[in-house]
């Protein structure tokens, strides 16, 4: 099992991304072993060395984020945790970080690869914006934003309410295509690498990449949804420093 998922986007000369996995790292089950969630019950010392692999491997320094399923972007400092779900940098070396186990995570960045971002995004964060406010941090034009969808819950795995769906729809008439019918009645299998590419089509981003995952189905990585008492993986962007 390889250690990290590196993006296949067209992302811009010296922006760099990549996306951890379970493997590499020295957490215990159920946490094994690369995980990089703090708050989910592990050994803090078994986190804080699997982060250090992480910052050696690529010799970055990740801004991690303690996430709410909100909307709020920070700017990413290295030196400060901030309640955030999303954050964006124009600062080569700091890493806009997300962590996740089924939630869907988003990487920006603008074409002319000045700025990087970051979005976590559950189903309640992406109803409420916030990819359309990580897209906004960047300070450009939509058509100068490219996006990286990264591993989350598949379609054939994310059964949601009809609530969900509703709350999708009212916003978003053409959302009513991302849900299908479940085979329980009331309930839905969710889409939501479609419902992100239509709320970014809708601000007029379509430059949007990957998808395609299941954190479910696929062992690589770690899902809340497969099994409670998980670990979290990282998904990461940042602007590649220069040469000296």
């Known amino acids: 099992m390889n250690t990290f998922l590196i ?3 067209p992302a811009p000369a010296g922006i ?3 996306v951890t996995t379970r493997a590499g790292g020295v957490s215990a089950a159920p946490f094994d072993s690369l995980n990089l969630g703090d708050h989910v019950g592990d050994d803090p010392h078994a986190v ?6 992480l910052t050696h491997a690529f010799d970055v320094q990740p801004a991690w984020l303690s996430q709410v399923h909100g909307v709020v972007v920070a700017h990413a400092n290295p030196d400060q945790v901030a309640e955030a779900d999303a954050s964006w940098t124009a600062t080569p070396g700091i890493a806009c970080t997300v962590m996740t186990a089924d939630c869907l995570p988003a990487l920006f960045c603008d074409r002319a690869g000045t700025r990087v971002a970051a979005a976590h995004a559950g189903w309640r964060g992406l109803a409420a914006g916030v990819l359309e406010a990580a897209a906004q941090s960047l300070n450009v034009e939509p058509q100068e934003i490219l ?4 591993p989350a819950i598949g379609p054939k795995a994310f059964e949601v309410g009809g609530e969900v769906r509703e709350v999708f729809v009212k916003d978003l008439p053409d959302a009513a295509g991302a849900f299908a019918p479940s085979i ?3 309930r839905y299998m969710a889409d939501i690498y479609e419902l992100a590419r239509l709320r970014l089509a809708r601000c007029g981003i379509t430059a949007v990449y990957g998808g395609g995952f ?10 809340y949804r497969r099994s409670s008492r998980t670990g979290r993986f990282a998904s990461l962007v940042w602007i590649e420093t220069p040469a000296s």
């Open 184 to 186: 329980n009645e009331g």
């Open 214 to 223: 299941c954190t479910v189905t696929d062992p690589r990585f770690f899902s």
């Open 48 to 53: 804080a060395h699997n982060r250090q692999r």
């Open 7 to 9: 993006p296949d986007w």
């Open 147 to 150: 996006v990286w969808l990264g």
């Open 16 to 18: 760099r991304a990549c």
